[in-house]
């Protein structure tokens, strides 16, 4: 496995392998749990030469706490993606990435108006940037993204056709722990008791949206979700922060379940100071 922390290092990696098969490109920020490993196998499977970066990127952090804490763990990164079969990892600087501050801003045509795009001021257009950065650098044919960050997938396929990039989109299931935690690297960041606690965003978005479905949707959008928002306060361990029905394509915000033919629940809660996020299909 090459590993390249440079660009003039990615660079000599490819002219060296000279992959002459598809090139998958897997980014990351590092602190590789199961759930990357599932976007590496799907990226061996489609590709015959896979990258991974791993950067932790300073520019999509609204908060720079969250920035500071974010796990590290390169060295034993390293370990699980040879094991995983990764040709070439790239874990640059962020002086390398970003030798000059990056003015660019995207435009996202209203996909980041509800969900995180509030939320988290500027964090989509640090993803932009440093994802656009990305693809320029390595080229690839496919690019691998997780639903668990279901907006940002959204945004970065509208990206890629926006700026005229010839690389296929490929999502990937969420992970789940055996007790249903969507995997994260923030979960590394969780207190005993709050692992205890998380599991229960899960448990209960899915059963109230099947207590939703199983009522034909006559429970009104704003109630069901004030309802939603309760039972997962229930557990002191966890802060709610929100929680919206949104509309799985355009990502605008449902008031009237009739509205849409296909709908994602998606929300964020607090454990102590660890932001979690997580999204289900619930029509
Ligand atoms: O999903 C992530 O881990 C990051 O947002 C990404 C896509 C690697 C960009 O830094």
Redesign the pocket.
Known sequence: MIVAKTIQELKDGYAAACPSAKKGLV???GALHEGHLSLISKAKEMCGFVTVSV?V?PT?FNNPEDFKTYPRTLEADCKLLEKAGADMVFAPSAEEIYPERDTRVFDFHGLDRYGEGPMRPGHFNG?AQ??TKLFDLNKPDCAF?GEK?YQ?LAILKRIAKDYGYPIEIVPCPILRADDGLALSSRNKLLTPEQRKAAPHIFRTMSSSAEELARSGYSIPADEFISQLVGRINESPELECEYMEAVDAESLQKISDWNSSSSIRLWGAVYAGKVRLIDNIQIK
């Open positions: 980014p990351t920020m950067f990127n999509q993803v440093i994802v993204f960050d940002q």
